[in-house]
């Protein structure tokens, strides 16, 4: 061998060690936040995992409160028929305005991104394509849904779906894809009209998003959380 | 030769004790996929917490109307009737907001040019509403018709577009109450659904108020498939 060819090697190894180094770090920087893979991914996983523990609390303790409201409400029925009936007048009226939980036959639509592609770097968030949800979610009003949530957020009559940020937003609180929209109303109906031809199925998957529609059963959709106050409105007698 | 016997000795035994530490591996992919997780969790918790802290709520006012001897709980019970028909959509409301007027185009069509792009379809009224909700409408009304969210249907019906099964013709006018310049801002800001409408020629005007009175929704209530 010449001494020649050696130096050419040579040559080509630090230009190949200065690349490999590029990339370690730009995906330190991206990717990583500046923690090393190990850090990272040890870090995330014991995240998850606590969140998991949480949420299942969570879960527990909303169910333990539920019961407990029901009960106090039962046994001042019980106590009077007067007040049966103005209950059973104010639980009519919040069936209509979304704040009981209902159930009944109707569709399931899951809309998610398309998976990541690393290699390319735009990547599409179905977040900042909002008002398909919304066009989605008026053609669901339209085949006569009864009741509609995202995400198990119950839609309302002063419920947005609005971008806040790279998240949307429904009741004010965040959501995340994949986003979970299901409706009680005539599931073939409901199903028939969102998959038209042209439809807005079609023009969701067409815009790079993954879609399925499903007809259940039998569908939970949960009561609206919040409480509501208007700050303009005044009740005209 | 011999440093390069060293140097790989000391990786082997680097890399077993990292094993032994109970570290992971995931490739970058999996990573990303994974912190995704984690914020959808998380956000799922923030919706949990705000569920959390309501139902305490509740549970501390029924608590307290009903122990308290000063507080009548019928009259608390009918004080609730009222707040959630008012919300329900089922009383007049008067307020400050806006008045809108939608109608179709008055613009000389392009040769060949579809007359559609001038009219206005119900998928136009029903994005003018979405915006006005998401600029925080408490109550929107289209031709003297209040809009109630799953029950009012928006839909084409040739001409004119039918409101709560009644069918009206253009022009149409949009009542909300809100704030003012929220409101108003939804319908003339760049980028907006209003703005979209006006590039194709058709009519918008939008008009704050001080008082808008929106009439309640009296449509039959029934449903078919909710239990």
Redesign the interface.
């Known amino acids: 061998m010449k001494k020649k060819d050696n130096l050419w090697i040579g040559a080509a190894c630090i230009v190949l060690g200065v690349f490999i180094a590029f990339q370690m770090k730009f ?1 330190q920087g991206t ?2 936040n500046g923690a090393s ?2 850090q ?3 870090e ?2 014991n ?2 995992s606590a ?2 523990t ?2 299942e609390n ?2 527990e ?2 169910e333990r ?2 019961d ?2 029901d009960k ?2 039962n ?2 029925s019980e106590e ?1 028929a ?2 049966k009936n ?2 059973d ?2 639980n009519r ?2 069936a ?4 009981t939980k ?5 569709i399931l639509i899951t809309i998610d991104n398309p998976p ?1 592609d ?1 290699n390319i770097g735009l990547e599409k968030n179905i977040a900042y394509d909002y ?1 398909l949800i ?2 989605l979610i ?1 053609e669901l ?2 085949a ?5 949530s995202i ?3 119950r ?8 971008l806040a940020g790279s ?1 949307v937003n429904v009741n004010t ?5 994949p986003y979970v929209i299901k409706a ?3 599931s073939s109906t409901l199903d028939g009209a969102i998959n038209q031809r042209f439809g807005i199925v079609q023009n969701i998957q067409e815009t790079g998003y993954y879609v399925e529609v499903k007809q259940v059963e039998n569908l939970e959709i949960g009561a609206f ?12 007698k | 030769m011999f440093a390069l016997t060293v140097v790989l000795g000391v990786l082997i035994a680097l890399q077993g004790k ?1 094993l032994k530490s ?5 490739s ?2 999996d ?22 802290d ?6 501390a006012i ?2 307290t109307a ?1 122990e308290d001897a000063e507080i009548d ?2 009259a608390f ?2 004080s ?18 806006v008045v809108i007027i939608v109608t179709d185009g008055t613009r000389d069509l392009l040769e060949d040019e579809s007359p559609n792009n001038v009219w206005v379809h ?2 136009d009224i ?2 003018m509403v ?1 915006d006005l ?2 600029a ?4 929107i009304a289209i031709n003297g018709q209040r809009v ?3 029950k ?4 084409c019906t040739g001409p004119t577009i039918k409101i709560n099964d009644q069918v009206f013709a253009p022009p149409y006018v949009i009542k909300a ?3 003012r310049k929220f409101l108003e801002s939804i319908i003339n800001a760049p980028g907006s659904f209003s703005e979209n409408l006006r590039s194709w020629g058709v009519f918008v005007e939008v008009n704050t108020s001080i008082s808008v ?2 009439p309640q929704y009296d449509g039959f ?1 029934s ?5």
């Open positions: 995906i990717y990583l893979p190990t990272k991914t040890t995330i996983l995240e998850l969140v998991k949480e949420k969570l879960i303790e909303i409160l539920e407990q409201l106090i409400q046994s001042a009077n007067i007040v103005l209950t007048e104010l009226y919040k209509f305005t979304g704040m209902v159930s009944g036959t109707g990541k690393l008002k919304l066009d008026n009003n339209s006569g849904a009864e009741a509609i995400n198990d957020q839609m309302i009559n002063n419920s947005e779906v609005r998240q609180l965040p959501i995340s894809p009680i109303g005539n959380n919040g409480s509501l106050k208007f700050r303009y409105a005044n009740t005209v | 990292t109970g570290v992971k591996y995931l970058i992919k990573m990303y996929t994974q912190s995704i997780e984690l914020e959808s969790q998380k956000s799922e918790i923030v919706l949990l917490n705000a569920k959390v309501d139902l305490k709520k509740q549970i029924y608590q009903k709980y019928e019970l009918i609730e009737i009222d707040n959630t028909k008012a919300v329900a959509g089922l009383t007049s409301l008067e307020g400050p907001g119900d998928l029903r994005a979405d909700r998401n925080g409408a408490e109550a109630v969210f799953n009012s249907k928006i839909q109450i809100g704030d009175s929106i209530v449903y078919e498939y909710v239990n």
